[in-house]
């Protein structure tokens, strides 16, 4: 969600900043603009609704000469996607961009018009331009000072980058609740709002702390901490990948992310079963003391996330005999829950930087949870780094905006964890045992399943004309068929509900018709006959029905049931293994109705705004 690259240099900057906000792309975005100081003072900005290429091709027909500037791919949260609306914003000799929200942008830009400042755009950034710009003007400071002094006037989570085209030997950056990262060079600095946007001019960042402003130059980062003092924080060498730059002959980022989670859940197990036991002596000696006093598991997560963490909910308490609440950050944080005895709070995020499961995360930390562990993909993010324990899902980089690698890999640690816990509250060992051999094989299970592809593929035709869709599971596949219709209507634009299948007779049925395709995930476990009856339930009342089960499960398909027959696979893992077919049925009906799959209308990857 919204993406900032900045750069000082001795060298023209114009490619630099293109190349990052191409490599910011995957965040989602709506517009693009960069704005670059030329040799001989002058601001240079150039705006553009629709992709990155567009703003390049811009540049590329009037070139932009220029050692110092910033960049933005804006998401629209205030104003539509329109030009005016597209960042950087500029007062006079200042210009901005922000990710986040200002949230009391309104009464600063009553006041800033009362002073005569005059906005052209409909967005809360606006207000930083002329604020900065108006106290400068009135106290004659400088823009390091001036940020200072504008910091404590903003309410609501920014990062944010400031230009002063007077001084282009500086930028400033200022970090409240939106991430931030500062690339160093030799003989040059950049920043940008993810690390993967720098990559190919350095791999020595400085992550800013929350509250941080930095002042940037070409050989210098100067840090003040968010009681304005001077601090220093750590430069360290990331080994991160970018590997976004080929689909690897796949169509799209998400059809090739399926296709790696075979791969992908490999190495999230590597190093962490030894001997028929899990091992997560990563989380260190004093983990191991936590983890024997931990009566409650409290979850909290968002959109996929928050998927994952209820089919969890299943494993810690059948497992692991330990109980597990799951709850929306968005809502964890703004309600009073009661805090349970030795309760371990687990977030979960695919980026680390989600804005409302890290106000969740400190709120935990405030309310003296046991503990907290995060369980993320990227290492350098802010939620790893604020969570006492951690355990990376080791998916690699993700690019299509619709989770899939990332959520089945959250769902391999989970499993993990839950074997590591019901260890310590006397699971008997078989199940552990049974746990590591249902992980060991899942992989070879996951590219059996993909095979299937041809024929899912044919019946993906069959949703084309369709316009809502029901998803139904039972037990631990009622969270998977929650992630298989948010894949559907993401990517797809066709609304989709999931119930739970015993909730069929109270409301949902009310909907079944021959137009509402009902999928089901019907694996064979001690459910498999309740799901039948609810199937019947549909069936009688005309519904289309389209089963995902083994072929064991004794479904036969005729011209109300179409059957997928899909491999075996142990029962502890189907959750994670029923996953994929339908990420390939979503995938391939938004292929047919020719939606963007890897960038859907009006979402973002990183969701760093509440």
């Known amino acids: 969600m919204c993406g900032i690259v900045g750069a000082i240099a001795k060298r023209d900057i114009a490619e630099i900043l293109l190349e990052g906000l191409k490599r910011l792309e995957y965040r989602g975005y709506d517009s693009a603009g960069l704005a670059i100081i030329s040799p001989t003072g002058e601001l240079q900005r150039v ?19 220029g050692s110092t500037g910033i960049a933005h791919t804006r998401w629209a949260t205030h104003g539509e996607p329109v030009e005016r609306n597209a960042h950087p914003h500029v007062s006079d000799f200042i210009a901005v961009v922000h990710n986040g929200i200002i949230e009391n942008f309104e009464p600063l830009r009553e006041k800033l018009i009362a002073k005569g400042y ?36 903003l309410r609501g989570a920014y990062g944010t980058v400031i230009m002063d085209t007077r001084n282009p030997d500086i930028l400033v950056a200022a970090r409240s609740g939106s991430p931030l990262v500062i690339g160093c060079g030799v003989g040059e600095n950049f920043i940008a709002s993810d690390q993967l946007a720098l990559l190919p001019v350095t791999r020595q960042f400085i992550y800013l702390e929350e509250g941080d402003i930095a002042l940037v130059t070409h050989r210098t980062v100067t840090i003040l901490d968010k009681n304005f003092r001077e601090t220093t924080r750590p430069c360290v060498e990331s080994d991160a990948r970018y590997d976004a730059g080929s689909k690897a002959g796949f169509n799209h980022y998400m059809q090739k992310e399926i296709y790696e989670q075979p791969n992908a859940i490999k190495n999230t197990l590597e190093g962490r079963m030894q001997h028929g036991k899990v091992d997560l002596s990563e989380l260190g000696e004093k983990a191991e003391t936590i983890l024997k006093h931990v009566e409650h598991v409290q979850i909290v997560a968002c959109g996929t996330a928050y998927n994952a963490g209820m089919v969890a909910r299943y494993w810690f308490e059948a497992l692991a005999g330990i109980p597990c609440d799951v709850e929306i950050a968005s809502e964890f944080r703004y309600r009073k829950p009661a805090r349970r005895k030795n309760s371990l709070f687990i977030t979960l995020s695919q980026s680390g930087e989600t804005a409302d499961t890290l106000a969740a995360l400190r709120l935990a930390k405030e309310n003296n949870y046991l503990s907290t562990l995060a369980v993320c993909n990227v290492a350098a993010s802010t939620l790893v780094r604020e969570a006492d324990l951690v355990l990376l899902t080791k998916a690699g980089v993700e690019i299509g905006v619709a989770s899939t690698k990332a959520f089945t890999t959250q769902l391999t640690v989970l499993l993990l964890l839950v074997a590591k816990l019901g260890r310590l509250n006397d699971m008997a060992e078989s199940t552990e045992q049974a746990i590591v051999h249902a992980l060991q094989t899942l992989p070879n299970r996951i590219e059996q399943v993909l095979m299937t592809e041809p024929e899912i593929k044919k019946l993906a035709g069959q949703f084309v004309d369709k316009h809502h869709a029901l998803f139904l599971g039972r037990g631990d596949e009622y969270p998977i068929a929650m992630e298989a219709s948010l894949k559907l209507k993401e990517i797809s634009y066709i609304h989709a ?13 009310a909907l079944i018709d021959a137009d509402m395709p009902v999928i089901v995930m019907a694996p064979t476990n001690e459910m498999l006959e309740k799901l039948k009856s609810n199937i019947e339930e549909v069936r009688a009342r005309g519904g289309q029905l389209y089963v995902f089960a083994e072929q064991e499960a004794g479904f036969v398909s005729d011209d109300t049931m179409h059957i997928i027959n899909l491999p075996h696979i142990e029962e502890l893992t189907a959750p994670i293994y029923y996953t994929v077919p339908t990420q390939l049925l979503a995938y391939h009906v938004a292929l047919i109705k020719g939606t963007d799959v890897d960038q859907p209308r009006n979402l973002a990857k990183s969701v760093t705004v509440e």
């Open 47 to 65: 705006r553009r609704v629709g992709k990155v290429q567009a703003l390049k091709d811009a540049v590329e027909a009037h070139p932009l000469k």
């Open 118 to 153: 005059q906005f052209r755009s409909e967005t809360d950034t606006e207000v930083i331009a002329h604020l900065i710009h108006d106290i400068i003007s009135t106290e004659g400071c400088s823009l390091f000072e001036a940020v200072q002094k504008a910091i404590p006037q």
């Open 497 to 509: 509900e999931a119930y739970a299948a015993g909730e069929l007779k109270h409301g949902p049925l």
